[in-house]
């Protein structure tokens, strides 16, 4: 059975950190890319973070980019999302999604990250 199931979020106040962990399992982990996607409140989903099977290439959107990490454990079947410098307009659902090829194949089911004083 597969399953993506992320962790961390929760409340941070604006200028603080939070890292996103997402557990894999039932697949081969280490053959698949991986992101993470968020979505606010009435807006459409975006496109946070990438990497590549072995954690050697990653992308940001510009909206993070200099503030949020993306990393992965091939030896723990875990993907990562440090985020730092935290910001208000941050504030959404966290998705992580397992990508083979073009194709996006397996979605986490989301933690809620909050910033605000």
């Known amino acids: 059975q597969v399953q993506l199931v992320e962790s961390g979020g929760g409340l941070a106040q604006p200028g603080g950190s939070l890292r996103l962990s997402c557990a894999a399992s039932g697949f081969m982990f280490s053959s698949y890319g991986m992101r993470w996607y968020r979505q606010a409140p009435g807006k459409e989903r975006e496109l946070v973070a990438t990497i590549d099977t072995t954690g050697g290439s990653t992308t940001y959107a510009d909206s993070v980019k200099g503030r949020f990490t993306i990393s992965r454990d091939n030896t723990k079947n875990a993907l990562y999302l440090q985020m730092n410098s935290l910001r208000p307009e941050d504030t959404a659902v966290y998705s992580c999604?397992?990508?083979?090829?073009?194709?996006?194949?397996?979605w986490g089911q989301g933690t809620q990250v909050t910033v605000s004083s």
């Open positions: 999604v397992a990508r083979l090829g073009i194709k996006e194949r397996y």
